[in-house]
């Protein structure tokens, strides 16, 4: 086992509940470490359901191509864990990696505290030691009571669209879960708001306005749209006509606009040639990513697509339907889902946005995750909302089982699956 493997696998072992939040644990580890989430370069805090990590994309590209040394903090990790931490533009080297994890391994002296927790508070300690302009710091799980959420004055925060998700841990409306993604927002720190639904967004202004902060919201105070092959960003002083972004999909079009939206809002160096840039540049792995070459396509008829996407809830179901139905203007293929997904998950509610797109469903198991839904029982539910669905052993053989002539493949469902799926092709996760 590598060395940083076998250190994870200590943590994991140190909190008998994968996620249980709380900001006592983690703040009491980062105190004897000597709090150095107080000695972290300018930081944009990022919280929302969706588009977290592609917002954080773009901005990652558009500071770096204003000559910005960049720290990110993203999770999950799709194949390799250092993937979560990069320091000033680079994946976290081994060596520096696993000596922070032992650190706070050995600080910590046995105390209960999840894995999060733990590796949040090595990252910070990477974050503290190695000279950065920024830190793009995105949420795990929530906001209020996330373990990133100990940093004191942020240069901006922002959340993305908020739809249901996690209701075993967030509460069961939107404006609950809203609630705590408002936890991230502080006095003094600009707010950037993306597309809401209407109850989020009332959430989200109540918790500003609380605070004495004057939030900059989608469709009121800034708005974007795509037109004529470009990217439009307009709010009431500029206007900017950018390339579209190189991430696929219509609801990319609004992840890129609320990036631009805090660049422009935070004050952020590089103008529109650093945002020009970006967006041409721009890679988040698993988000509608085209799959090319062997070993996975070529497992597929001749003519054939091969699609993957880490889309696991019911407004990425939404979003990654419509992207698929887009693509017939241009290509019109049918189209089989490979999915498998975690326990807790409303997968049917996933599946209802695939009901008169998706040819078939071939549910597969999550390798290595204790969580993953049984194929079987993924499957049932996906015959429940309407689609002609069979459980399947994995990924290699739902692929191989497809015969015919070209068809459109999409393996979807979860992260996790997707790192799988990135291991199997032998394709860096960027």
Not at 106 to 117: A, M, S, Y
Not at 232 to 249: E, F, I, N
Not at 387 to 412: E, F
């Amino acid at each position: 086992m590598p060395a940083t493997d076998a250190i994870l696998a200590r943590l994991l072992k140190l909190h008998p509940k994968l996620i249980d939040l709380s900001l006592d644990r983690v703040e009491l580890l980062l105190d004897d470490l000597g709090r150095p989430q107080d000695r972290l370069p300018p930081t944009i805090h990022v919280a929302g359901t969706n588009g977290k990590g592609s917002v954080i994309a773009c901005l990652r590209a558009a500071l770096e191509a204003a000559g910005a040394r960049v720290h990110v903090y993203t999770s999950p990790h799709l194949v390799a864990f250092r993937e979560r931490i990069r320091l000033a533009g680079t994946l976290a080297p081994a060596r520096r990696l696993n000596a922070a994890l032992e650190q706070c391994e050995k600080i910590n002296r046995g105390r209960p505290i999840t894995f999060f927790e733990i590796t949040t508070a090595a990252a910070f300690q990477l974050f503290a030691e190695e000279e950065a302009d920024f830190l793009l710091l995105e949420v795990g799980l929530g906001g209020r009571l996330d373990a990133t959420n100990v940093i004191g004055q942020p240069l901006g925060t922002i959340i993305t669209p908020i739809s249901i998700d996690h209701t075993q841990y967030l509460g069961e409306t939107i404006r609950e879960i809203a609630a705590e993604k408002a936890g991230i927002l502080k006095r003094g720190a600009p707010a950037i708001i993306g597309r809401q639904p209407e109850e989020a967004r009332d959430v989200l202004e109540a918790r500003c306005g609380a605070l004495g902060v004057v939030p900059f919201v989608a469709g009121r105070d800034f708005d974007g749209y795509e037109q004529a092959g470009r990217l439009v960003y307009q709010d009431a002083t500029r206007l900017d006509d950018l390339p579209l972004p190189r991430l696929t999909g219509a609801h990319q079009i609004d992840n890129a606009i609320l990036a631009v939206a805090a660049a422009r809002h935070l004050n952020l160096p590089g103008g529109a040639a650093a945002l020009a840039r970006a967006m041409q540049e721009v890679v988040w792995p698993a988000r509608l990513q085209r799959l090319n070459g062997a070993p996975l396509a070529r497992l597929l008829p001749k003519g054939s697509e091969l699609w993957l996407d880490g889309a696991h809830n019911a407004a990425g179901g939404e979003a990654l339907a419509r992207a698929l139905a887009d693509m017939n203007e241009a290509r019109s293929l049918p189209l089989t889902l490979i999915t498998g997904m975690m326990g807790g998950k409303a997968a049917r509610q996933f599946f209802e946005s695939f009901r008169s797109l998706a040819q078939k469903v071939i549910a597969v198991p999550i390798p290595g995750e204790a969580g993953s839904m049984a194929a079987r029982d993924l499957a049932a539910i996906a015959c429940e909302a309407g689609l002609d669905a069979r459980p399947g052993r994995g990924v290699l053989s739902a692929l191989g089982s497809i015969a015919g002539g070209a068809s459109r493949v999409a393996i979807c469902g979860s992260l996790y699956l997707a790192g799988h799926v990135l291991e199997l092709n032998k394709t860096p996760p960027g």
